[in-house]
């Protein structure tokens, strides 16, 4: 995390640390919205997690 906060710091997006755990391309980044889908899966001794990142603006 520490890795996106500093990246997304750099081109003026800090609040979007976390959203840079999936939003891996270069336009995502740079226009602060999902534009491919992404699946981030993990489990834990409880539950098993998947957590789903999906565009949802208009362009």
């Not at 500093?6 to 979007?16: H, T």
């Not at 959203?19 to 491919?36: P, S």
Request: zero cysteines.
């Amino acid at each position: 995390i520490e890795k996106f906060e500093k990246e997304a710091a750099e081109l003026g997006k800090g609040s979007f640390k976390y959203a840079w755990v999936l939003d891996k391309l270069k336009a995502e980044r740079e226009r602060g919205i999902t534009i491919d889908i992404a699946l981030w899966k993990f489990e834990t001794p409880k539950y098993y997690v998947t957590v789903i990142d999906a565009p949802g603006h208009r362009d």
